[in-house]
C-alpha cells in the first residue's frame, strides 16, 4: 500500500528513526547513494540523489528542488505559466519509504519516488503524486472505492551507440533521418537491435541475457512480472506487472523503465520508451488496466451490466469513454505520441469500447473464467510512456469518477476495428476519431472541466503550457524528425 499521508516538515510520524535504521541497513548492503524520482509534466523522468547517510535528514526535512522543473519541455527548455517556470523558489523533495528499492542493475543505488512539498510545509499544488494520492483518498472517503491499476511498458532496443537526434530546442532533426527508413536503421544511425518477427521465438534468442538479467534485477526488486515478450514493432519489447494501488502502480512504472534501462546499459544497450521511435509503424504504448472495488469486491465482474459490469463498474468506463478526447493530452503528450495514435496499430484511437477490443480506445476484459474477480478490468488503449504515470492514472480516475456521479451509461459496443466503420455506423455509436495532433488533444482538454478541475489551476496551467511548449518545438518537422527529437527523451 501506498502511505496516503503527506510528508511534513520534520518527518512524518516515526519516519525518521526508520530511516535511520535502514540507512544502516543499506549502508550494509553496499548502497552509497539514493536516487529521489519524481516525473515532470513533460513526462520527463527527473532526479536528485543524495548519499545514503542523508537518507534520514532527507526524511525529515527533505532535498531542495526547483519548482522550475514542472514546466520544463523533452528538450530541457523552460516553459511559463503564472506561478511555474521562473527561476526563483524551491520546493523540498520527500522520498516515500515504502517504495525505497535497492536497485539491482545500478550496484551502490537505491531508489524511492518523492513527493513534494513547499518551504512552508504545504503539499505543492503541481506535484503530480500528490495529485493522484489526494484524488485516491477522496475516491475512498466520497465513494468507497478503491482502484487497482497497472501500466503496460513497451520499449524498442538499439545499440548503446546508436545515433539519432540527442539535440534539443525543437531543431531535433538528428542530421539527415531517412524517411524511407525500413526495420534495419536510417541515416541517423538508428538501428533497432533484434531483427527477428514480432512476438517470434528468434528476437527473444537475440535478446535472451539481456531478458534474463532483466527478469531477475525485477525479481530481485520485488517487481511482480506477470510477463515479457517481444512485441509487434521491430525490436519491440514489453514487460507487464500485476495490478496495485494507483500510486503504487504509477511508482512502479517508473522503476520498471529505471530497471529496464539499466539491464539495457550492462548489456551495451539503449531502449526508448519514445511514442515513436520512427515517423511510421506501430509505436510504443503503455495502455492503463484500471478496475474499481468497493468492500474488497471488483465491480467489473458479477454484474448485471454487459460483460458482467456492475452499474459502478459501467458508469465508470462510460466516464472514461466522454473524457477520452481530452484525457489524450494526458495519456498521449507528446508530439511523437500522434506518430502512434494512428489507426490499425493496436493504439485505440476511437471513442470506442468493446470486449477484447485492441482498436477500440476502451478494451472491456472480462478475463478468463475462474479469475474474472482478479481480472476483470477496462483497459485504456491511448496512453504511452511520454505521460506522466501520475497525472495519467489521476485524470483517467477523474474521468471515471466523473461518470460514476452522473450514473453514465456505455453506448452501443464496437467489435472489429472502428477504422471500418461506415460514417453512419459510426455516428450511431459515438464512434469519434480521437485526436490527430497534440494541440487537438489540447483544445479538447482545454474544453473539459472535469479533468481541469480534478488537477487544479497550476497543474491545469502546467499541462497546457508544456503541451504548447512541446508543439511549438516541432513546428515544421516532418514524422521523421519529430520521432528523432523525441527517441531519447523517454
Ligand atoms: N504497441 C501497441 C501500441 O502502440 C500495442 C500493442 C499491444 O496491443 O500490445 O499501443
Ligand atoms: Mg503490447
Known amino acids: 500500500m501506498t502511505t496516503l499521508a503527506d510528508p511534513v516538515p520534520g518527518g512524518r510520524p516515526g519516519e525518521v528513526e526508520r530511516a535511520v535504521a535502514l540507512a544502516a541497513e543499506l549502508a550494509g548492503r553496499g548502497v552509497h547513494g539514493i536516487v529521489l524520482a519524481y516525473v515532470d509534466t513533460a513526462g520527463v523522468g527527473r532526479v536528485k540523489t543524495v548519499p545514503v547517510g542523508k537518507l534520514a535528514a532527507t526524511v525529515a526535512w527533505g532535498a531542495g528542488m526547483s519548482p522550475v522543473f514542472d514546466t520544463f519541455l523533452a528538450n530541457d527548455a523552460i516553459a511559463t505559466t503564472d506561478t511555474l517556470g521562473s527561476p526563483d523558489g524551491d520546493l523540498r523533495l520527500y522520498p516515500d519509504l515504502d517504495r525505497l528499492t535497492v ?57 548503446a551507440d546508436a545515433g539519432g537526434s540527442e539535440g534539443g530546442g525543437g531543431g531535433g532533426g538528428g542530421g539527415g533521418v531517412d524517411r524511407v527508413s525500413g526495420r534495419d536503421g536510417d541515416a541517423s544511425g538508428f538501428r533497432p537491435v533484434a531483427t527477428g518477427p514480432a512476438y517470434s521465438a528468434d528476437r527473444q534468442i537475440e535478446l535472451s541475457d539481456f531478458a534474463a538479467e532483466l527478469l531477475a534485477a525485477c525479481a530481485a526488486q520485488g517487481l511482480d512480472v506477470d510477463q515479457f515478450h517481444p512485441e509487434y514493432a521491430a525490436g519491440q519489447f514489453e514487460l507487464s506487472v500485476a495490478p496495485l494501488d494507483p500510486v503504487a502502480a504509477a511508482d512502479r512504472s517508473v522503476l520498471v523503465r529505471q530497471t529496464v534501462r539499466a539491464v539495457a546499459r550492462r548489456h551495451g544497450l539503449r531502449v526508448s520508451f519514445a511514442p515513436a521511435v520512427r515517423g511510421t509503424g506501430v509505436g510504443n504504448g503503455g495502455h492503463l488496466h484500471l478496475s474499481a472495488w468497493r468492500d474488497g469486491a471488483n465491480l467489473h465482474t458479477g454484474g448485471a451490466r454487459r460483460h458482467g459490469m456492475t452499474a459502478t463498474a459501467e458508469s465508470f468506463t462510460a466516464g472514461l469513454l466522454t473524457h477520452l478526447p481530452a484525457l489524450t493530452a494526458v495519456t498521449a503528450p507528446s508530439p511523437a505520441s500522434y506518430l502512434r495514435l494512428r489507426p490499425s496499430q493496436w493504439a485505440g484511437v476511437f471513442t470506442a469500447w468493446g470486449l477484447e477490443t485492441r482498436e477500440a480506445g476502451l478494451r472491456v476484459i472480462r478475463g478468463t ?38 450514473g453514465a451509461a456505455l453506448p452501443l459496443e464496437t467489435t472489429g476495428d472502428p477504422a471500418a466503420l461506415d460514417p453512419a455506423e459510426a455516428k450511431a455509436r459515438g464512434v469519434r476519431r480521437l485526436p490527430v495532433s497534440l494541440p487537438e488533444a489540447v483544445t479538447a482538454f482545454r474544453a473539459d472541466p472535469i479533468l481541469r478541475d480534478a488537477l487544479g489551476p497550476v497543474l491545469t496551467d502546467a499541462v497546457i503550457a508544456v503541451r504548447e511548449g512541446e508543439s511549438a518545438a516541432v513546428e515544421g518537422l516532418d514524422d521523421e524528425r519529430v520521432a528523432a527529437a523525441y527517441r531519447w527523451k523517454y
Open 103 to 159: 536497485l539491482a542493475a545500478q550496484p551502490g543505488w537505491a531508489w524511492a519516488p518523492v513527493d513534494r512539498i513547499t518551504q512552508d510545509g504545504d503539499p505543492h499544488p503541481g506535484c503530480a503524486r500528490t495529485f493522484l494520492r489526494h484524488l485516491v483518498t477522496r475516491a475512498g472517503e466520497d465513494h468507497r472505492l478503491e482502484f487497482r491499476a497497472g501500466i503496460e511498458v513497451e520499449w524498442v532496443v538499439a545499440r
Open 369 to 406: 473464467a475462474g479469475q474474472r474477480g482478479q481480472a476483470a478490468n477496462v483497459e485504456v488503449k491511448p496512453v504511452d510512456l511520454a505521460a506522466n504515470p501520475y497525472l495519467a492514472l489521476g485524470c483517467a480516475l477523474a474521468a471515471g469518477l466523473d461518470g460514476i456521479g452522473s
